[in-house]
């Protein structure tokens, strides 16, 4: 016996509504026909588009239990592009897209005015659905950073720092389906990165990812070699940093790491 599918389409309308209770009596080359036509419309690229929106919703989720039970983000200024209005809200509230063959994998968009900052949108690669977890964490992160950059960090290398530390944090509360060897790509993207500032002199966008990428390293491997006690407390410095209390160059002190003792190669072991 098969189970009666429904695929409810609505708004695509265009699209055959498949209904088979058994294969009692029906032909094979009509089954046949019915397995393809199932299997086309799953490869269809609107279908695509619905599944991601629904993974997204999922993601959305994790984020939101992440955050607000273990690092709670701070209200930001959201601009609204279509409205051309400026309001004060959470970050989860900045409008999210996706994007195919994105040139990086996230980004956050906004504009400085008069000493504030505007978050307009925050675009993922549609193409790294694995690790979009991370991913949407990363730039959570960065509105908390962005939002009062000049004050929060001494050093421009460090601006990454956080965001790819909580990438790697977040990594362990969730499914192997939406993290897949979260730690084991950010390594292979970090190599990359050195490999192409080699070839670009003095990119200083390339040295802030590893400068970052190293001290986040740093910072993940003694925080997960921690008691749970010591784990709490580094979320707690991150927590007084989004409110804003003390800057990144304080918790890098605190935990004795720089650029010097983080090229230690037992760091980029997992």
């Known amino acids: 016996m098969y189970e009666l599918i429904v695929v ?17 009596g029906v032909d094979s080359l009509e089954y046949d026909s019915y397995i393809n036509s199932i299997l086309d419309y799953l490869n269809n690229k609107e279908f695509k588009y619905i599944k991601n929106k629904v993974i997204f919703k999922n993601v959305r989720r994790i984020n939101k ?23 004060i809200s959470h970050p989860f509230d900045i409008k999210v897209e996706s994007s195919e063959y994105f ?51 001494e050093n421009y290398f460090d601006r990454e720092f956080l965001s790819i530390f909580i990438e790697l944090v977040i ?26 500032y ?8 390339l040295r802030s990812y590893i400068v970052s990428s190293l001290k986040a390293f740093h ?11 010591m784990r709490k407390e580094i979320l707690n410095d991150i927590k007084r940093i989004f409110r804003e209390e003390i800057t990144v160059g304080t918790l890098l002190n605190k935990y004795e790491i720089d650029y010097d003792n983080s090229r230690k190669i037992k760091y980029l072991k997992r």
């Open 171 to 196: 990594s362990n509360f969730c499914s192997e389906e939406y993290n897949h060897n979260a730690f084991e790509n950010r390594l292979e993207l970090f190599k990359r990165n050195l490999n192409n």
């Open 198 to 205: 080699k070839l670009k002199n003095k990119d200083y966008e």
């Open 103 to 153: 040139p990086q994998l996230g980004r956050v968009y906004f504009d400085s005015k008069d000493y504030i900052t505007y978050f307009k949108r925050i675009v993922l690669d549609r193409n790294l659905m694995s690790n979009i977890v991370s991913i949407y964490a990363h730039e959570l992160v960065h509105t908390q950073i962005e939002k009062n950059m000049y004050e929060l960090l």
């Open 8 to 24: 409810d389409l609505n708004r695509f309308s265009k699209f055959k509504i498949f209904q088979l209770k058994s294969t009692n």
């Open 219 to 229: 910072l993940y491997n003694y925080y997960i070699n921690s008691s749970n006690p």
């Open 65 to 87: 239990d992440f955050f607000d039970s273990k690092l709670p983000l701070q209200n930001v200024y959201i601009q609204s592009e279509k409205k051309n209005i400026n309001y």
